[in-house]
């Protein structure tokens, strides 16, 4: 993860949720009180967010103590804490809310990729992510995938050809697409091509496709079609595919299937701070 960028997009959370100052948190404690308090899981599945945790809350003060208790990619269960934090109790309360947002959605990308990867087992299928991001927040999401043990798909626009149906209809057909792009590329870009139907699949064949994505094809479909595939040519499934209709794609001989669920739909890892006070602890909800 660069964290250069980490750091700079967690300035714009935080100024976000601060604006001028934190009204509750600064009229009840000093500056000089201090404390602590536990990132608990109420969940189950994998941990992702150290990142996150240990440049948040030193951005915020570098005095910040870090205990991690998980590392990415833990297993993690209902109870088992996953960091202490020790320091000024303003800036723990601050950096609450913005940081467990982060670690909770990449957690349960983590634990979706986790999921998926699961469902290959005995196949040489490989899962992978797509574009279908929350805007801003794209690093952290593709991070997520991989501690999960899923790929990253292409990172943008900008470091891969991925000719979709409105693609060739602009162009007029998949050949023209192609070989209009091929012109102007240099040698390390890869082209893919999605089709939806046998007629299609020929012509990427034909035009010279690096990549042919069967797109909304079932996984009947692929085991038969695969076939004429050259095996120069990289196969990915994408469409219509869930954790359980995964397997069956995986068995139809397709080398990549990749999933807009684990990013664009996850449900939030449970999360919570549990504070330490008088000798016990008490959860808070948020």
């Not at 209902?78 to 940081?99: F, H, N, S, T």
């Not at 469902?119 to 997520?144: F, H, V």
């Not at 139809?252 to 602890?281: P, Y």
Request: hydrophobic share 40%; charged share 20%; aromatic share 6%.
């Amino acid at each position: 993860m660069n964290i250069i960028k980490l750091e700079e997009m967690l300035k714009q959370f935080f100024n976000e949720d601060i604006g001028d100052g934190d009204l509750s948190s600064e009229l009840i404690f000093s500056i000089e009180q201090t404390g602590s308090f536990s990132f608990y899981a109420k969940d189950s599945g994998i941990f992702c967010g150290t990142p996150i945790i240990e440049h948040g809350f030193r951005l915020l003060d570098p005095s910040m103590q870090i205990t991690m208790h998980k590392n990415d990619g833990d297993a993690v269960n209902y109870g088992d804490i996953l960091a202490v934090i020790k320091g000024p109790l303003q800036k723990l309360l601050i950096g609450e809310r913005v940081i467990l947002n982060l670690i909770q959605r990449m957690s349960a990308i983590a634990t979706a990729a986790n999921r998926a990867v699961q469902e290959t087992a005995g196949t040489s299928a490989k899962i992978c992510d797509t574009r279908k991001t929350i805007p801003g927040l794209r690093m952290l999401d593709k991070y997520a995938v991989r501690i999960g043990g899923a790929y990253n798909h292409r990172s943008g626009l900008y470091d891969a050809i991925m000719l979709k149906d409105n693609h060739i209809a602009f162009a007029g057909s998949i050949t023209e697409a192609v070989q209009t792009a091929r012109k102007k590329i240099g040698h390390t870009v890869k082209i893919e091509v999605e089709i939806e139907t046998k007629v299609q699949l020929d012509e990427a064949i034909a035009a010279g496709a690096d990549i042919i994505m069967f797109d909304n094809c079932t996984p009947e479909e692929i085991a038969a079609w695969i076939q004429s595939v050259p095996t120069h040519i990289a196969t990915e499934a994408s469409g219509g595919i869930t954790l359980e209709n995964l397997h069956a794609y995986a068995k139809s001989g397709i080398q990549w299937i990749s999933l807009g669920a684990l990013t664009h739909s996850v449900k939030a890892f449970d999360i919570s701070a549990l504070v330490q006070l008088k000798g016990e602890h008490t959860l808070v909800h948020h």
